[in-house]
């Protein structure tokens, strides 16, 4: 369909994307084109540089370049929170609060029997092994799903008799959302969750 | 705000391609990041491929690998016939209907003064040169928009005393579509341009 080679080959790669069709796919290597070369060659280190820097961090399994992580090897964070997460996106969306000063463990994912994936393929062995006597609270921070929630249960059952509290994210209406609006899963979490005023 | 340098830049340079906002970037990026290395290698030499391998063939000015590219070297396509058209793309969108068997030029861009583009900045000087005796139709076919009618306009005055003659793609109501969604300006020009049956 098109008249050169490196033009199809560059769609196909960017339609393998997530959420990128054959369209975009299309318009991206149409902008590619047009780019100057200095600026693709610095796109395409991006990506290979990515691949060769990162590495999980051995002790809570993020991202990171190095290891431990920054976050794991800052002595300012607070050593006795752990804040457990599914996947790394988690870790940068509790940052963005500025609310948490604790560390975090990353799963990896979440239960899902159906897609195959059970407790061993999660880091969950590793998070039993770094709990020590320093750490009072583990934080339960798993998506309001239904993977999510399974694996909520699952941790709480195999953590609380370590002895340490053990809390999850309430549930609620989103700041900022109508009532008339809230799915009635969630309202009737925010009403069982009444608090005092 | 991510815990890695390498991961932010790639993020950057996701969110300068058209179309892409920040957290599909940050969506890529993860994607990347789970990838196999050899697969984002692939994606990176594909972008610098095109760069490397793509120029413009000095005659129709499409993008090609080879020089003279594909269309213009193919001895079986229409000499008589060129079609003129705004960009790359649309040479690919012609070439999909398998409706047109003759040659392209491509003019880089359509007349806006506005953008300061004036007939300078098109490949019109490149048309001019390359029509010889055996052409016998000129298709203008520039997008429906207010810069795409100023170009028809502009090169059928310089065209038409060359001789030859000079068509334009049909306006009219798209195959599929509802007379009742269908603009006002787009109705009139089906009215006016109305075929017997």
Redesign the interface.
């Known amino acids: ?7 199809e ?2 769609v ?2 960017f339609s ?4 990128i069709g054959r369209k ?1 796919a ?8 047009k ?1 100057p ?1 200095p600026d ?15 590495n999980y961090c051995n002790i809570c399994w ?4 190095e290891n431990p ?3 794991c090897s800052n002595h300012n964070r607070n050593r006795s929170l752990i804040c457990v997460v599914e ?3 988690d ?2 969306a509790i ?2 609060t500025h609310e948490y000063k604790g560390l975090y463990h990353v799963l990896g994912d979440a239960l899902s029997p159906l897609d195959g994936i059970g407790p061993e393929d999660l880091k969950i062995k590793e998070l039993l092994h770094r709990i020590e006597g320093s750490v009072q609270e583990i934080i339960l921070a798993m998506n309001a799903s239904i993977e999510g929630e399974a694996t909520t249960i699952y941790l709480s059952r195999l953590l609380k008799p370590l002895g340490m509290k053990i809390t999850r994210l309430a549930r609620g209406i989103p700041v900022g959302s109508d009532l008339e609006f809230t799915d009635e899963a969630t309202l009737a979490r925010a009403l069982q969750s009444r608090t005092e005023v």
């Open positions: 369909m098109y008249t050169a080679e490196s033009i080959q560059l196909e790669e393998s994307l997530p959420g975009s299309h318009r991206l290597a149409m902008h590619i084109l780019l070369k693709v060659v610095k796109i395409a280190e991006a990506l290979v540089n990515v691949k060769e820097r990162i993020n991202f990171t370049e992580c920054r976050i996947d790394p996106n870790v940068i940052e963005k």
